[in-house]
């Protein structure tokens, strides 16, 4: 196809002829009336009645008995890992296509990536390939748990996440991840809106962890959240992002080492009017997804659909070019031309602080390496 034409249709769509960005926030409810009324109590900070209602408000969203809203996602997944047991030295298993914070996560407790490779239908982790590096490489031991074969390091977590919004095979990962003992923790930065078989996406996993930074569906400025069923574990992942300061009229008493990782009360209130509004946005960003899976229909680009049994908030749409150098005159055409367009991520396996990372075969994330490019996803006005 001509990549005017795209440009044009792109432009027909968000009905203007300045800059189009990848995706912008939409601040068109409450959020000026709860900033102010934040601003003015004063409790703009550790403390407030918009954290507590925010994480109530989540909760029911999504459908897990407990929210606990943090400063950032990557905090979040930061703090799950801890929570879960992760140590200094084990296996953590995660996919090689996703944003940086997934690994940085999963390095700052020191413990060592290894990299499935995701399905190419979901762009998230796959059940298969999965299976079959552990039926290969993992041992179950005497206490229960697994163990790598080869470097004798213990496989404590598996932290798969749903790219762009769209929901990885995550039922069949939690199966998985039973037989072997291992953690299942979602990324479900990306999915907010997101449902795979009827549950929302970070629900199938003992911890869902949520960002919302400016660039996600639904925005706090900076935040994240975490969702799990378990109520000793909820409690244990408010008590270490507060410090982990025992409550007390006065005394400072911190019985662990604690992190300062709570969510402000002013982003809680700008995070409560965002999500009165996110079920509007997620139809009018499906209007949009079926606008481009129709125009792309009979081209020659291929329009990344949401996967099967899966409700995706198409976060931001994605289209699969023929091959990396089509992909490349692609974004050089669009960007030149006022259209914001973005490859996918650099696979974590190629970067240098994750290259000598254990992982199996990668095929499939490597062909949407070469192929994938984000293209305007905003609410439209
Ligand atoms: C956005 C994002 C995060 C966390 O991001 P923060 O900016 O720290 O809120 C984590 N993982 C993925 C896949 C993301 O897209």
């Given at each position: 196809m001509k990549y005017s034409t795209l440009v044009t249709f792109i432009r027909g769509q968000f009905n203007t002829d300045q800059f189009i960005p990848l995706h912008e926030p939409r601040f068109y409810g409450n959020e000026k009336k709860y900033l102010i009324d934040c601003i003015d109590s004063t409790f703009v900070s550790s403390v407030g009645k918009y954290v507590d209602d925010f994480e109530k408000r989540l909760a029911e969203y999504t459908g897990?008995?407990?929210?606990?809203?943090?400063?950032?996602?990557?905090?979040?997944?930061?703090?799950?890992?801890?929570?879960?047991?992760?140590?200094?030295?084990?296996?953590?298993?995660?996919?090689?296509?996703?944003?940086?914070?997934?690994?940085?996560?999963?390095?700052?407790?020191?413990?060592?990536?290894?990299?499935?490779?995701?399905?190419?239908?979901?762009?998230?982790?796959?059940?298969?390939?999965?299976?079959?590096?552990?039926?290969?490489?993992?041992?179950?031991?005497?206490?229960?748990?697994?163990?790598?074969?080869?470097?004798?390091?213990?496989?404590?977590?598996?932290?798969?996440?749903?790219?762009?919004?769209?929901?990885?095979?995550?039922?069949?990962?939690?199966?998985?991840?039973?037989?072997?003992?291992?953690?299942?923790?979602?990324?479900?930065?990306?999915?907010?809106?997101?449902?795979?078989?009827?549950k929302h996406t970070g629900t199938y996993g003992l911890i869902g962890t949520l960002s919302f930074n400016g660039n996600k569906i639904i925005t706090s400025g900076g935040g994240g959240a975490i969702i799990t069923n378990d109520e000793v574990l909820a409690k244990k992942v408010k008590h270490l992002t507060t410090q982990a300061k025992v409550p007390h009229r006065w005394e400072f008493v911190h019985d662990d080492i604690g992190y300062n990782y709570r969510m402000p009360n002013i982003n809680a209130a700008l995070m409560c009017a965002q999500l009165e509004q996110l079920n509007y946005f997620l139809e009018n960003k499906r209007k949009l997804a079926l606008s481009y899976k129709d125009f792309f229909k009979e081209e020659d680009i291929q329009f990344v659909e949401e996967p099967a049994h899966s409700k995706s908030n198409y976060w931001v749409c994605a289209i699969l070019l023929e091959n990396r150098k089509k992909r490349d005159e692609f974004l050089q055409f669009t960007n030149d031309n006022g259209v914001m367009t973005r490859p996918t991520w650099i696979l974590m396996n190629k970067l240098i602080m994750y290259k000598n990372s254990l992982h199996g075969n990668l095929d499939n994330a490597q062909a949407l390496e070469d192929r994938l490019v984000n293209i305007p996803s905003s609410v439209r006005i």
């Amino acid at each position: 196809m001509k990549y005017s034409t795209l440009v044009t249709f792109i432009r027909g769509q968000f009905n203007t002829d300045q800059f189009i960005p990848l995706h912008e926030p939409r601040f068109y409810g409450n959020e000026k009336k709860y900033l102010i009324d934040c601003i003015d109590s004063t409790f703009v900070s550790s403390v407030g009645k918009y954290v507590d209602d925010f994480e109530k408000r989540l909760a029911e969203y999504t459908g897990a008995k407990y929210a606990v809203a943090c400063v950032n996602g990557t905090a979040a997944l930061h703090i799950s890992l801890i929570a879960v047991g992760v140590k200094q030295n084990d296996i953590v298993i995660t996919q090689p296509l996703s944003f940086i914070a997934t690994c940085n996560a999963i390095a700052y407790i020191g413990a060592s990536h290894l990299f499935v490779d995701v399905d190419f239908d979901t762009m998230g982790l796959s059940p298969e390939k999965l299976k079959i590096y552990l039926q290969e490489f993992a041992i179950k031991k005497e206490d229960g748990f697994s163990y790598h074969k080869i470097t004798d390091q213990k496989i404590s977590a598996c932290v798969p996440m749903h790219t762009y919004g769209h929901p990885c095979r995550i039922d069949e990962l939690a199966d998985i991840c039973n037989y072997y003992n291992i953690v299942l923790i979602e990324d479900a930065a990306e999915s907010i809106g997101s449902y795979y078989k009827k549950k929302h996406t970070g629900t199938y996993g003992l911890i869902g962890t949520l960002s919302f930074n400016g660039n996600k569906i639904i925005t706090s400025g900076g935040g994240g959240a975490i969702i799990t069923n378990d109520e000793v574990l909820a409690k244990k992942v408010k008590h270490l992002t507060t410090q982990a300061k025992v409550p007390h009229r006065w005394e400072f008493v911190h019985d662990d080492i604690g992190y300062n990782y709570r969510m402000p009360n002013i982003n809680a209130a700008l995070m409560c009017a965002q999500l009165e509004q996110l079920n509007y946005f997620l139809e009018n960003k499906r209007k949009l997804a079926l606008s481009y899976k129709d125009f792309f229909k009979e081209e020659d680009i291929q329009f990344v659909e949401e996967p099967a049994h899966s409700k995706s908030n198409y976060w931001v749409c994605a289209i699969l070019l023929e091959n990396r150098k089509k992909r490349d005159e692609f974004l050089q055409f669009t960007n030149d031309n006022g259209v914001m367009t973005r490859p996918t991520w650099i696979l974590m396996n190629k970067l240098i602080m994750y290259k000598n990372s254990l992982h199996g075969n990668l095929d499939n994330a490597q062909a949407l390496e070469d192929r994938l490019v984000n293209i305007p996803s905003s609410v439209r006005i």
